[in-house]
């Protein structure tokens, strides 16, 4: 790893950085050169920060599994439509019992320093690497054996059956055995230099500067059409809108507040389906007043104009949510809840629930005042809870609001439960059993990013239970069926709407392609992508 003591501060600084890579682009589209950074077909991507890790299988957080995914490969693929296809695993098995998985790996896979993948790598990643990872644990939890039968096969032997296996699987990106084993995985360099089997292959990192891969030219997937992808750090938002508008940049997060400018400009998108959807949630403290009454909880959700919500402080951007679940996942949506018939914002209805327990309007107007939680750097966010205390006013309900770093809301909200309402973004995930799942089951540990509401309901964490012990899709829909009604019931944690917003933004200027769907969430179409002339 390369890191400099200097640190580009100013704008122009930054754009030199983009403005350099794109500079070897002038000549037009050039034959792949493979991994050695030649060639002039370069894709630039502003991220916002210096990234904390590149792979996600040992360090979590939005950028690495945004780099995890060009320069690793998981065994399954999963799309943002949630479909399955074939991974480094060509095909695969579950028994009938849900007790064994048998994996049938691609051969003729070389890692990125040329050592070949086999099953001895897929076994060491499930009895060593997986179980560190936070989705991965739970499969480490129930896993007697990783059976290599050969080279190129392997069999998971379960202790019991978990039912969200094969999304589990998907998101686990495959790590070399002979980079890490007898290291300390966590402090592992490979970590911040990763050697995968993916289409991208590490290059450098300069701290404060920018990351760069170049392509890699064993891909078994397929001709990789990039030379090199530059990653400039900008850290200012305003400088990456500018950029990516200007046609510096081919890739940059851009500000909900900008997307009308994205919608106006001929050559920009947003990728709104690059992932699983995104949700902008409202989170209640069960344990203060007065909201320990399931029947406030409801009248102040009821209170929250979501379809307001959409069309104004996310910019239009995606639909209110209806239900707990989002409508691509189907299987596992209760017909029996619907928001718009069971909380309808009604406001004289409201008044009178909230007066029938016993919070009357004091001489000023108002009820009650409530400590409203969320981050500052989610401008969607901010924007929703700006919006949602006119909205609770109108009912006699006021909001003190704290926005603060993303590590002060952590503490706040799950460590002390010093809150009473928390509004944050987030994603559904693989699946509702290892994403949205844990929002509602019991979190007496008070685990960050899980339920904080205080509440450990016995049907709810029972329908949970009974999600993951089984293999049938059917009888997981099912059981999460009853999660859902029951959470409806109590109301503690629920999407105000379903917003992709906060997805990648790209510049269609230079590259022709960029989004057109893959079959995994956050990799690019490297392989199909074209430099137009």
Known sequence: MRTSPRRSTGLLAVLAAGALALSACSGGAAENTGGGGGGDRVYVQAIADDPMGLNAQLISGATPSMFSAQILDPLIFLSQDFEMSPGLAENWELSEDGLELTLELREGVTWHDGEPFTAEDVAFNFEEIVPLQSFGAQIGERLDSAEVVDEHTVVLHL?????????????????????????????????????????????????????????????????????????????????????????????????????????DDPNTLLMEDSNFPQLVTVMFNAQSEPLEDPAVRAAVFSALDRQAIVDTALSGIGSPANGFFPETLDWAVSPNVDFSQDF??????????????????????????????????????????????????????????????????????????????????????????????????????????????????????????????????????????????????????????????????????????????????????????????
Request: aromatic share 8%; proline share 5%.
């Open 159 to 263: 202790s019991e059956p978990f039912g969200p296996l094969l999304e589990t699987v998907a998101a686990q990106f495959m790590v070399p055995k002979h980079v890490y084993e007898g290291t300390d995985y966590v402090t592992n360099q490979a970590n911040m230099e990763p050697i995968g089997t993916g289409p991208m292959v590490f290059d450098s990192y300069s701290s404060g500067e920018q990351v760069t891969l170049t392509a890699n030219p064993d891909y078994w997937g397929g001709d990789v059409q990039v030379d090199r992808a530059v990653y400039p750090i900008m850290t200012d938002p305003n400088a990456r809108a500018e950029a990516l508008f200007a046609g510096e940049v081919d890739q940059a997060s851009v500000d909900v507040s900008q997307q009308d400018r994205v919608s």
């Open 344 to 533: 309808p914002r009604d406001v004289e209805a409201i008044n009178e629930t909230l007066d029938e327990a016993g919070l009357e309007r004091g001489a000023d107007g108002m009820r009650f005042t409530l400590n409203v939680r969320y981050i500052n750097e989610l401008s969607d966010v901010a924007a929703t809870v700006e919006m949602a205390q006119s909205m609770l006013e109108e009912v006699g309900i006021g909001l003190e609001m704290q926005g603060t770093s993303g590590a002060v809301f952590t503490e706040k909200v799950y460590t002390e439960s010093d809150f009473d309402l928390a509004f944050l973004r987030s994603t559904v995930g693989a699946d509702p059993s290892i994403g949205i799942v844990r929002w509602y089951e019991c979190n007496d540990q008070k685990a960050a990013a899980a339920n904080p509401s205080g509440l450990c309901d016995p049907q709810i964490d029972e329908a949970a239970a009974e999600a993951l012990a089984v293999s049938d899709q059917a009888e997981r829909g099912v059981a999460l069926t009853a999660l859902q009604d029951r959470a409806n019931e109590l109301m503690y944690y629920a999407p105000l709407a379903w917003f992709n917003g906060a997805f990648p933004t790209i510049n269609t200027t230079r590259w022709q392609g960029q989004e057109e769907p893959t079959q995994m969430t956050n990799r690019m179409p490297w392989t199909t992508m074209t430099l137009q002339e």
